[in-house]
């Protein structure tokens, strides 16, 4: 919950984490051991080690336009750690920024005291601090790290990375790509993101996005099957334009692929007559980004937030909302170029797609997820309302009719016993998309607004659309404090999160 502004916040920090020792915040627990009380691994024994430098760049996103912002190692995105499944990872984070930050690992379920949640996993790293991550990685796949400190603002300067886990044997080559948006003005300057909120505009503006936002009838809500979201957001237009952040989630207009904007984009190869593998993560604070082939070929998706789906999804149109990782298979057709695009009002993006060299064996993607139990006669074991705070203050979002305090997390909203399924229902009292977000387990999708789903796939953040009711299936093996809330970052940082306990 932030109504502060954000100059108030960076002074108040060093006294609030002082005061918070003695008032309210229980002790960060100890390192652990790695994987001490996490997942089961098959270890590899082999350990990887990298350290990541959060400091203040000044960052060209194409020639002749730069702007000031944070990055890892002084690049955005962040140097990509890759590994294999069942290795340790040793990081360590130097904080040289003027504010506390830390990192957490979007996907990978660690142990719960590696996860990188301000006071629910760890102390807050202080300027010239530093912190050592420490875990085995238990999935391969396509995640991302990024701060978890201030996240609406300190990962939309840039704070974020790939984070890649191939499998223990047979990687394929691939290319990741992270999308991103920035609201600049045309030096380059950083717009504001942090609006006061003025009461007399923002009630109406809940009733005009209300009135917007209604669903189709005849259920075109769900567009695939499978509870993937593909056909885009119906009021993604809507949301471009005018509102405060804290409701819609900033969005940008400079769109970028891997940091870089217009002409400056990398290219990314496909081998003659073959297939690559695209790792795409949506790093935005709040868009959802939309990407087609421009020449209207349909894309192959092979795996969501890093696991292998049992049948792939064929699109013309990848659709990643916040958080969201798609890997892709391109496909060489005609040995000609062509591009992914994004064509917005607000902004575009340009990926070219060359044709160059030998193409090799076609990959082939299998799942080890375990299958969820049939949880679908079962009353939820939680229940998770988002609503907002509408009598006080509609840019507060609440869990429960709760808005969850950073500082203060309190008492978790459910307790389960480890080693036990579980199901979660997510219930959206709002007339706004939300992308849920489990910490520390996968969930699967096994019901929207009561309908079993077809496929079911392991996803670390699930949407949930305007007043629609999700239930999710989570294998609760993790043990410690989970956070769960919004992947609209704006969202998130205004109350949008709530805490689960997992116990031994
Ligand atoms: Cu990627 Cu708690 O977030
Ligand atoms: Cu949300």
Redo the contacts with the bound molecule.
């Keep these: 919950m932030k109504r502060h502004g954000y100059h108030w916040h960076m002074l108040a920090c060093v006294a609030l984490i002082a005061i918070s020792a003695f008032a309210f915040r229980r002790p960060a627990p100890p390192p652990e051991s790695p994987a001490a009380s996490g997942p089961q691994v098959q270890a590899t024994g082999e350990t990887r080690t990298y350290e990541l430098t959060a400091a203040p760049v000044r960052w060209e996103l194409r020639p002749g336009f730069t702007t000031d912002a944070y990055a890892y190692n002084g690049q955005i995105p962040g140097p990509e750690i890759r590994l294999k499944r069942g290795d340790r990872v040793k990081v360590t984070l130097v904080n040289k920024l003027d504010e506390p930050t830390t990192i957490?690992w979007?996907?990978v379920r660690v142990p719960a005291g590696m996860d990188g949640?301000p006071y629910v996993s760890q102390d807050p790293v202080p300027p010239g601090g530093s912190f050592v991550y420490d875990f085995i990685v238990p999935d391969a796949g396509t995640f991302?790290y990024?701060s978890?400190v201030d996240?609406d603002d300190q990962v939309d300067r840039g704070l974020y990375g790939p984070f890649i886990v191939e499998p223990a044997e047979g990687a394929v080559p691939d290319a990741v790509v992270a999308l991103d948006d920035w609201l600049l003005d045309a030096s380059g300057k950083r717009l504001a993101t942090k609006y006061t909120y003025q009461e007399s505009e923002t009630d109406n503006l809940l009733d005009s996005v209300s009135e917007a936002t209604r669903p189709p009838t005849g259920g075109a809500r769900h567009m695939m099957p499978n509870g993937m979201m593909m056909g885009g957001m119906q009021h993604e237009g809507m949301m471009d334009h005018g509102f405060a952040p804290e409701i819609n989630g900033r969005y940008g207009d400079t769109l970028t692929a891997n940091g870089k904007a217009g002409d400056a984009v990398a290219p990314i190869t496909v081998p003659e007559g073959g297939t690559r593998l695209l790792r795409l993560i949506n790093a935005s604070n709040a868009m959802a980004h939309e990407l087609k082939a421009d020449d209207g070929r349909l894309l192959e998706i092979v795996a969501v937030d890093g696991t292998p789906l049992a049948k792939p999804v064929r699109t013309g149109t990848l659709t990643l909302t916040p958080?969201k990782r798609f890997d892709v298979l391109l496909r060489d057709g005609d040995g000609k170029p062509w591009a992914l695009v994004e064509k917005r009002e607000t902004g575009s993006l340009r990926i070219p797609v060359n044709v160059f060299g030998q193409a090799g064996a076609e990959p082939v993607f299998v799942s080890d997820a375990p299958a969820p139990l049939d949880l679908s006669k079962r009353a939820p074991d939680a229940v998770v309302a988002v609503g907002t705070d509408r009598m006080m203050d509609p840019t507060t979002w609440t869990i429960n009719g709760v808005p969850f305090d950073m500082e203060d997390p309190g008492q978790p909203l459910a307790r389960f016993s480890r080693g036990t399924w579980v199901k979660i229902r997510f219930m959206n009292g709002t007339p706004m998309s939300h992308q849920m977000?489990l910490?520390g387990m996968f969930m699967t999708v096994i019901a929207r607004d009561g309908s079993p789903v077809g496929q079911a796939y392991r996803q670390d953040?699930v949407v949930v659309r305007p007043n629609e009711s999700v239930d999710v299936a989570v294998l609760a093996d993790n043990p410690g404090d989970w956070?769960l809330?919004c992947?609209n970052l704006e969202h998130?940082e205004h109350g949008l999160?709530t805490k689960i306990r997992v116990e031994e």
Aim: net charge negative.
């Design positions: 957490h979007h996907g949640v991302f990024h978890h996240t958080a977000h910490h953040t956070v809330h992947h998130e999160m």
